[in-house]
């Protein structure tokens, strides 16, 4: 999170939405993003019900859920998805915004046909 909020920016000039998914229940997740001002969207998932519809992973010995990060189009499919296997194994921001880059455009060519 602390890394995609470095480049929050980069991300809002593109009209890229980002919504942290977390284990955590409403009240303790609203806090934590109050106490940290979070930029981002929060989505409180104590059940897993997101962590199931996406096939993010859940490892004890690493923490709890994996990192995963998945770019959704306007249309609602899921344009890329990486699932971590530790929590430093996450794409560099530059990664993302280049893939962005890409569906942004290839969305232009194909809604101007």
């Keep these: 999170m602390a890394q995609l909020r470095q480049d929050h920016g980069k991300f809002e000039e593109l009209g ?5 998914v977390g284990p955590e229940g409403p009240a ?17 998932d104590p ?6 519809l996406f096939g993010q992973e859940v490892n004890l010995f690493k923490l709890g859920r994996l990192p995963a990060q998945v770019l959704i189009d306007l ?7 990486h699932y971590g296997k530790g929590m430093s194994d996450i794409p ?18 194909h809604h101007e046909a």
């Design 92 to 109: 560099e921001n530059e990664t993302l915004l280049s893939l962005i880059n890409e569906i942004l455009s290839s969305s232009l060519i």
């Design 28 to 44: 303790a997740f609203a806090s934590y993003f109050l106490k940290n001002d979070i930029p981002f969207t929060g989505l409180p």
């Design 16 to 20: 890229v939405k980002i919504v942290v």
């Design 75 to 81: 249309d609602g499919f899921v344009r890329y998805a």
């Design 47 to 52: 059940h897993g019900s997101v962590l199931k």
